[in-house]
């Protein structure tokens, strides 16, 4: 389980500047995006200890917080997220 602290690391390294999927999000945009994925936080939707479903959420979150990130208008996802 990762603290918060590492996951903001690790979705940093995919979501930021340089990152996996280089969308340039800053530390803060995916901060605000981790509060925003806890506050919205439900029976369905969950804390899976920093997973890879989190980082996708938080990705989500961040979609909706910033739409005018550079890189992010060309990007496609193709993603499914299972509900079990």
């Known amino acids: ?3 918060i602290k590492e996951f903001i690391k690790y979705c940093l390294d995919f979501y930021g500047k340089g990152g996996i ?3 340039n ?10 509060d925003a994925y806890f506050k919205n936080m439900n029976d369905d939707i969950n804390w ?4 890879t479903i989190d980082r996708e959420r938080v990705r989500f979150e961040m979609q909706k917080l ?3 990130v550079e890189n992010l ?3 496609k ?8």
């Not at 999000?25 to 981790?34: D, E, F, L, S």
């Not at 996802?77 to 079990?84: G, K």
Request: hydrophobic content about 40%; cysteine-free.
């Open 1 to 3: 389980m990762l603290t």
């Open 73 to 75: 208008k060309n990007k």
């Open 66 to 68: 910033f739409p005018d």
């Open 21 to 23: 999927h280089n969308l």
């Open 25 to 34: 999000y800053t530390k803060k945009q995916i901060a605000t995006g981790v």
């Open 48 to 51: 899976g200890g920093g997973d």
């Open 77 to 84: 996802f193709d993603i499914t997220i299972i509900v079990a």
